[in-house]
């Protein structure tokens, strides 16, 4: 399976990519930064990410839910 879940601007030549995603049968969740090539129309992907067993998503789901607690605390958001 390969689905975008979210993409979103990380600068003017760059995004970040959430996804679903399959690698040798396992099932990931991918964070990735895209890049726009100098003179190309589509993005490719970069090394700069993170890819975790869909397994993991309760503790990621838990850290986010602190993340943003925290963030909240300290006026960041």
């Known amino acids: 399976m390969q689905k975008t879940v979210k993409a979103f601007p990380k600068n003017k030549f760059q995004e970040i ?6 690698y040798q049968g396992n099932d ?4 990735r930064t ?3 090539p100098q003179g190309a129309s589509e ?9 975790i067993n ?7 789901k838990e850290a986010i839910l602190a ?11």
């Open 28 to 31: 990931l969740i991918d964070i």
């Open 54 to 60: 869909v397994k993991l998503y309760p503790e990621i």
């Open 67 to 77: 993340l943003e607690s925290d963030l909240k605390e300290a006026k960041l958001i």
């Open 43 to 51: 993005y490719s992907p970069t090394g700069k990410g993170v890819s």
């Open 17 to 22: 990519r959430v996804s679903i995603t399959e």
């Open 34 to 36: 895209w890049t726009l």
